[in-house]
């Protein structure tokens, strides 16, 4: 059983900058790929971002390409979400997951509680 938890949300202004982070405890960190989803108020949660179990592999969301990394350290059992240039539409809490390498919801197993992330306009 591996538990998640989010850090680092926050106020940001459009075109500022946050870190998200997600410490795992109780499992093998580096078994798992890991993701980032998103959730805003009255729309389904949405897939952000995924890095694989070594940190090999990355995959992105349109709308965080060239904006957004997501990047693992095994060694301290976390994984981080830089989030520049932010827009308004990127309000919403998010949600670090593992599992699989992938950018579908039911292909993750475990689930952080999530993290408020505003951008104000």
């Not at 805003?40 to 709308?63: C, L, N």
């Not at 390409?65 to 060694?75: C, E, V």
């Not at 950018?103 to 993750?108: A, C, L, P, V």
């Amino acid at each position: 059983q591996v538990q998640l938890v989010e850090s680092g949300g926050g106020l940001v202004q459009a075109g500022g900058s946050l870190r998200l982070s997600c410490a795992a405890s109780g499992g093998t960190f580096s078994n798992y790929g890991l993701g980032w989803f998103r959730q805003a108020p009255g729309k389904e949660r949405e897939f952000v971002a995924a890095i694989s179990w070594r940190g090999g592999y990355t995959y992105y969301a349109d709308s965080a390409k060239g904006r957004f990394t997501i990047s693992r350290d095994n060694a301290k059992n976390t994984v981080y979400l830089q989030m520049n240039s932010l827009k308004p539409e990127d309000t919403a809490v998010y949600y670090c997951a593992a599992g699989a390498y992938a950018n579908t919801r039911r292909d993750y197993e475990y689930w952080g509680q999530g993290t408020q992330v505003t951008v104000s306009s």
